[in-house]
């Protein structure tokens, strides 16, 4: 069976979730254009409000789309003991709403990279809550994924489980089928790693995909990591048209198909507007029927 494709608003998250300008039904009725199986929330535009997400789930069926993964960001590397466990439950409630709308992953993270904080320290920290949350999420029919991350749109720090070294180690130590990966090509560029090198550390845990392509827009990843630690994503940084940027898809594809993954991949594209996102649309069709077998 080959992959799904879903997509994700990476275009409006503003809109969505600060200016509120858009509303996730006009998301709904802009991405049945697209030619994709579902839809990637993301927990930042959706109220905890029953009525409300009845309306939404109501919307997506009525244009066949699935809502196979949300988006969470939680910060478990948080120091303060009462805003930890916000964290927790809100990412316990995020698993809820996952199982509400029948998705099958719930995103999680490690954390913001705080200054002073220890690899060790935030390791066993991040591991222990993951860990802890793992039999709520089997109670749910939802996997946990851990994705090589970059930085949530509105956090002040880059992950802590950015390197390859620290996401692996703690991967390594969650061994349960309600826990996997979610691998983003991009955010290991970032980094300063080969993501292919990544993947075929993980690729046997691979659950999921973000499918996306970054560029830079001026000066170099240098320049990017001088100017991380400051909230949201750096200027420089752009996501671009998949299959034009910094990543080798064939490969990726490839190494995916070797190991029998066939299961969501999520769209991260469209800042330069619906068709932009319409043409990654088609050329990750195009590599998952050549890649795939059905």
């Known amino acids: 069976m080959k992959p799904s494709l879903a997509a994700f608003p990476k275009c409006y998250m503003d809109q969505l979730c600060v200016h509120r300008t858009m509303t996730v039904f006009e998301w709904i009725e802009l991405a049945s254009t697209l030619g994709v199986d579902g839809l990637e929330f993301y927990s930042g535009f959706l109220p905890d409000d029953e009525s409300f997400l009845k309306d939404v789930r109501a919307a997506l069926q009525e244009h066949g789309l699935a809502m196979p993964m949300l988006c969470c960001s939680p910060d478990f590397t948080e120091s303060n003991p009462e805003l930890l466990r916000n964290e927790i439950e809100r990412e316990k409630r995020m698993i809820e709403v996952t199982a509400f709308f029948g998705g099958r992953f719930c995103r999680v993270l490690s954390g913001q990279r705080r200054p002073g904080l220890g690899r060790e320290d935030g390791i066993g920290q991040v591991v222990r809550i993951i860990r802890g949350l793992l039999p709520f999420a089997e109670e ?68 999921s995909m973000h499918a996306s392509d970054r560029y830079l827009k001026s000066g170099t990843l240098d320049d990017l990591r001088r100017e991380e630690n400051s909230a949201g994503y750096a200027a420089r940084l752009s996501h671009g048209v998949i299959g034009k940027g910094m990543n080798d898809y064939d490969r990726i594809f490839a190494t995916l198909s070797s190991v029998g993954f066939n299961s969501w991949i999520s769209i991260e594209d469209g800042l330069n507007g619906m068709d932009e996102l319409k043409e990654s649309v088609r050329f990750l069709r195009s590599k998952i029927d050549s890649h795939f077998k059905d």
């Open 140 to 207: 749910h029919g939802v996997v946990l994924t851990l994705e090589n991350h970059y930085k949530d749109n509105y956090w002040t720090y880059p992950e802590f489980a950015q390197k390859m070294d620290v996401f692996v180690e703690i991967v390594e130590k969650l061994e349960s089928p309600w826990f996997g990966v979610n691998y983003d090509p991009s955010n290991a560029i970032l980094a300063g790693e080969d993501p292919l090198v990544l993947l075929e550390r993980v690729k046997n845990r691979v659950v």
